[in-house]
């Protein structure tokens, strides 16, 4: 996988992952599963390997022995050490199949049903890694949509023009082609706000999520993620991702983090 690798890493993410509120006995695992997740991201990502190529690699990643995937060797040690279930990096391989076969989305509950693999299976190992009531996996499984979601709108420019990739559904908008422009149209625009309408009742759905953990740490970690998510989202139905800046700075981090906390402290 080396070869196909991005250089990218856990820092680089938009939201945080496996951060130092996470107690040291739970990030090994989390980080495994994401950097077997990553392998996987950059293999399906990769701008010049053949669709075959990708394809095969991603099977390679599955099969029981796994000797030029060193993330996916990492990974089955930790879940057996901790006694985890495989499942959900299957599903997570079951989205970079995708990623590299399905380039359109038809509407939103096709979208969603692609986050059922790409997104809800990382919120609900990080659950399990932490020994949580699976009752609350709903919760996780509408916040990690969102994410989701919200990577798309932030990126649907690139993934556009460099792997020619459109996660907005054909009956929110049929003309691709004004992705690739350097200003978004009034009709673009529209749908991506209307995206985040529906991105909002996703995280409206997840508000009662961080509450519900049982473990303090991983409980800020998500309300943070979710506040972050809130900003990001309600900026992706005013501005325009293909001429704007979308993503937060460090600095803007800062009190969004602190209001995380506060609000954390007001519920405990």
């Not at 495994?32 to 399906?44: E, H, K, M, N, P």
């Not at 690699?57 to 879940?79: G, I």
């Amino acid at each position: 996988m080396t070869a196909l690798a991005s250089g990218k890493g856990h820092k680089d993410e938009n939201f945080p992952v496996a951060s130092w509120l996470i107690k040291p006995k739970h990030r090994a695992p989390i980080l495994a599963f994401y950097r077997f997740a990553r392998a996987a991201d950059d293999v399906a990502d990769h701008a010049t390997a053949s669709a075959g190529e990708k394809l095969s690699l991603l099977d390679e990643m599955q099969r029981t022995q796994l000797d030029s995937a060193p993330e996916a060797l990492a990974l089955r040690r930790v879940l057996k050490e901790h006694r985890l279930s495989e499942q959900h990096a299957m599903l997570l391989l079951e989205a970079f199949r995708r990623d590299v076969s399905k380039l359109r989305y038809a509407d939103w509950d096709e979208l969603m049903d692609y986050c059922r693999y790409s997104a809800m299976p990382v919120g609900r190992f990080v659950l399990d890694v932490h020994g949580e009531d699976r009752a609350i996996w709903p919760l996780s499984d509408a916040l990690c949509a969102a994410l989701q979601v919200i990577n798309h709108l932030q990126d649907c420019g690139k993934d556009y023009r460099e792997l020619n990739r459109v996660y907005i559904p054909r009956d929110q908008f049929g003309d691709v082609e004004a992705l690739g422009r350097a200003k978004a149209t009034p009709e673009l625009q529209r749908a991506i706000s209307a995206l985040a309408r529906r991105t909002r009742d996703l995280l409206a759905q997840s508000q009662p999520f961080a509450g519900r953990i049982a473990d303090r740490r991983l409980s800020l970690e998500v309300r943070i993620i979710q506040t972050f998510a809130e900003d990001l989202d309600a900026r992706l139905m005013v501005r325009d991702p293909l001429s704007e800046r979308v993503h937060h700075r460090r600095l803007e981090l800062v009190p969004l983090a602190l209001r995380a906390f506060l609000g954390s402290l007001r519920r405990s």
